[in-house]
Structure formats: structure tokens, C-alpha cells
DNA sequence: GACTGTGAACACGTTCACAGCG
DNA sequence: CGCTGTGAACGTGTTCACAGTC
């Protein structure tokens, strides 16, 4: 096991790319960990250790050596990782060697500024394209693009090798644009329409709900608000709290 | 065990809140089930069954059943659950009976989007102040209302109730908006800049980054180019369109 | 007969703690 | 000695399959 690999490595070609398919939790935290090692590279930082990586990635550490485990890394005993070869590292595996066309359908409000957000460029992507569907924003410019139709995708999908599609439409076009993205052999969406997408096997779909996120947060302030819930605390909370906290089995019945 | 039991019922006052503390991952899709309840509610439907349901909600219905039992659930068996009913259950667990008041800090780009989305209003929030350092900001109006300085945190942060602040500054002022916000009383923040925020114990923290979502896209569209790196078809992928979307996965053939 | 609610089995993710390397 | 890499223990979340209820 202790074999050192390093597995589909940057620099070289021919060899096969090998991408283990690292547990999708790990996934998930890549980029973060990619973040906080450029933040490192720019303060100077030639080689960084577990913990350190790990607190600037709001992770602990074992976590962190867990997950890197996973690309058969790249650390040294007794010193750390290597700062910059973990970049390459983590870029390769998460497909950043090459710029990602991405195309933006909607450009409402939020696809306004999602157009203008320059952490897309900074961070391995090109907008490429914004579409919509209605008449009266075709031909608008934005940040040095100009908006098209939505039924010039599919010649446009051919000419800028569209590879992620990103919907910022109402819920009640959502679908229908997954349709002509998945048409057009668009294989991962970004959906930040409150629905949900339909699509077929192999096509991948994350979504982003703004207004989950803060339900979910206000779960969290119901449920502290609830144990708070006596003295006098001036909490906003609830009300009319109910005074009895007494009942026995009241709480107790709930998971049976 | 089955006793029907129906902890904190949303009309019952008096009744103690009695919030179950429920697993994490159900907390995450119960938002995700009152969307698609709204919607089934609209459509006429008095009753709907799990598969129903889930289906709505994206889910599978085992797993929907498991959630609502979490809640001490009103379904009835050999018909399914009352959508009325589970609305207003699922509203008071997720604490939405009041209309919560956020503070959106940082109006750039992003923080205009957000100040103009509507989701929020219908789905149990309000904005209730546009906060910005920048001078310049300061005294525009957006969607009726008037952007204040930061510094009026404090007196705001009391005359509105704030409940949950809303980050949608550069990474490098997040880090203080978000010290300024818990030392007004705020426990739930959504973040939108990148970078990781350190706040007390009791806080809560959500975060939004939306390169991290694309950069996972990356990954998952980088290994299925690379299974599908291998034999004499090279990469004429996407010039040679597969005639429609029959289901079967001609898609998958993204080449690099 | 149809559908919910739930124990029991399973899969996945996290944490611990330490062996082994530099 | 300091730090990584990792088995083994633990905890959380998901799925199965069916008993129980309307």
C-alpha cells in the first residue's frame, strides 16, 4: 500500500490519466483545500503541514491527510506538502489543466451577475456564452458578451466546446433548457432554478437554492431559539413561548 | 411505538415546540419537500403518497418516509399525507411561521442579484437592510430599498430584528463583516465569499461558492472523458451529435 | 389492497491512534 | 522527533423489506 503513486501525474503525457474515483465527500472538498494552498503560494509558503493546510481549509486535519491519501500524495514525512506540486495535483484531478467553456442561460438577475463574476475566470473557467429566451435581451452586452438567443445553442455548443451548462432561468423554463443543454451533449448543469431537473443517465446536475440555504439556517435559530426558550433572554425569539417544558414524553415520543 | 404522536403542531399554542433534533441530512431536504408540496397544493392536490412525493422532491420514497417520521409525520396509511397539513408542519419545524429578517452585506455584483430576488420574499424571508463599506454605495436604492452603511449595524441589527446576515462581500472583508454581525447578536450567516469564516461556537455558518460547484463539475466531466479515453474512436465527439436523447447513453462521448 | 412507519442490514464518511518514514 | 499515511473503530445516512394500519 505504501507504495508511493502518484498516479496520471501533470506533466506527463501518453500515460494514462487514472482518475481513482476518489469518494465524492473528498470531491467535494478539493477545491476548497486548492483555494487555501493558492492563498498559501502567495504569502510565500514553499511547503505547508497537514494541520496548517487543514485549518486554512476550515477542516481538521486527519480529514485532510485522509483525502489527500486518496490521490496518493504528495507529502513528506516530518516536513509536510509541497505546495506547489499539490496544486498541479489538485488541478489535474479536478480537470482545470484545461479552461472549462461554460455556457449561461438566463441572464435575469442573477444570471446578471452571475455574467459579471470574475471568480468563474480566476478560478479555471470562460463564460463563453449567455443565452436567453427572451427577444428583448438577445443582443445586450455584458461584460464583453453579448447575449444570444437560446435556439443558436446548439451551433454555439459546437464552436465554443461547451462543456457545463449553467441555468439562472425561472423554475418553469428549467427544464426545458436541461432538455436543449442535454440535446446538444451538455453533460453537467449547475441549476440554480428552484426545481428540480430531470435528466438522463450520465449527465450530471448540482444545484444551488438560495432560499434552501437560508431555510436551512433558519431551522437552526427555530431549534436554539427553542432551547434558549426560558429565562430572560431577550431573544426575537418565538412569540408566544409556551411556558410548560414539563411534559415528560412530549419531546421523547417524537423518534419512538 | 406507533402512537400517532404530533409534537408542537403549528396552531396549537401552548403546546410545548418540542423541535426533535433531526439528523442533518433531513434538515438539508425538508425545504426541498415543502417546494414541491407548494406546488402539488396549487395544482389541487389535497393528498399525495410518498412516491409522489419524492418524486416531486427528487428523492427516493424511502428515504422521504424515513424523513417525515423524524417528524412525528401525519400520514395516513393506504392514502398517503395531507399536503396541507404537512406544509404547515414542515413551515413550523423549519421555524418559517415567522417571517425571518436578513441583513445582505456587500451590495457588488452579487449582493445586487441577491437584493432583487424575489425568492426570498416568497419563501418566508425579508430583507430588511442592504448593508456596504463602500461610500459610494451607500444611499442607493435597490428594489425600495436604501443601502446604509456598515457601521449602522448596530442600531439596524436591533430596529429590524435581523436574524440571519447575508456575506456577499470580496473574501478579504468577509472575515470582518462577519466578527461585526456576530457582535450584534447574529447566530446564522450565509456566506457567499470564498474563504473560510471563523466564528464562535453557537454560530452558524453556510457557505455558497460557486467556482467550487463548477470545479466539482470539472472533475466529473474530466472522469468521464477519461473512461471514455480509450479505443480507435478518438475525439470526434461532439461534431458527430447523437440523433436525439433515446436514454441510451450515447452521450457520454464528451472528448476532451 | 394500498400505503405508511420502522427495525435491521448496509454503505459511506469521519475520527482515532499509531506504525513507519524522513 | 515531527509529520504523513492508514488500518480499525465509530458514527451517520441510505436502502431494504415487511409488519402494521387504514
Known amino acids: 500500500m505504501s507504495q508511493h503513486r502518484h498516479p496520471g501525474a501533470p506533466g506527463r503525457a501518453g500515460a494514462v490519466p487514472a482518475l481513482p474515483d476518489l469518494p465524492e465527500a473528498t470531491v467535494a472538498r478539493l477545491p476548497e483545500y486548492l483555494r487555501a494552498l493558492h492563498n498559501l503560494a502567495e504569502t510565500g509558503h514553499e511547503t505547508v503541514p497537514s494541520e496548517g493546510l487543514a485549518s486554512a481549509a476550515g477542516v481538521n486535519s486527519a480529514k485532510l491527510r485522509k483525502d489527500l491519501s486518496h490521490l496518493g500524495s504528495y507529502g513528506t514525512r516530518g516536513v509536510g506538502y509541497d505546495v506547489a506540486l499539490l496544486i498541479d495535483q489538485i488541478e489535474y ?148 413561548l409556551p411556558g410548560g417544558f414539563g411534559a415528560t414524553d412530549t419531546q421523547e415520543a417524537i423518534g419512538t
Open 93 to 240: 484531478v479536478l480537470g482545470l489543466t484545461q479552461r472549462r467553456a461554460v455556457a449561461l442561460v438566463g441572464v435575469g438577475n442573477l444570471g446578471h451577475a452571475l455574467a459579471g463574476y470574475d471568480g468563474f475566470a480566476s478560478r479555471g473557467f470562460r463564460i463563453a456564452a449567455l443565452l436567453d429566451a427572451d427577444p428583448a435581451r438577445v443582443g445586450e452586452e455584458i461584460n464583453g458578451l453579448v447575449v444570444r438567443h437560446i435556439d443558436e445553442l446548439p451551433r454555439i455548443a459546437v464552436e465554443e466546446s461547451i462543456a457545463i451548462g449553467v441555468i439562472a432561468t425561472p423554475a418553469q423554463a428549467a427544464q426545458r433548457v436541461a432538455d436543449q443543454l442535454v440535446a446538444v451533449g451538455v453533460t453537467s448543469i449547475l441549476n440554480f432554478a428552484p426545481c428540480v431537473l430531470s435528466v438522463p443517465e450520465g449527465v450530471d446536475v448540482r444545484k444551488v437554492d438560495l432560499a434552501i440555504e437560508l431555510q436551512i439556517l433558519s431551522f437552526h435559530e427555530h431549534r436554539k431559539a427553542s432551547l434558549t426558550a426560558l429565562p430572560a433572554t431577550g431573544g426575537s425569539a418565538l412569540t408566544a
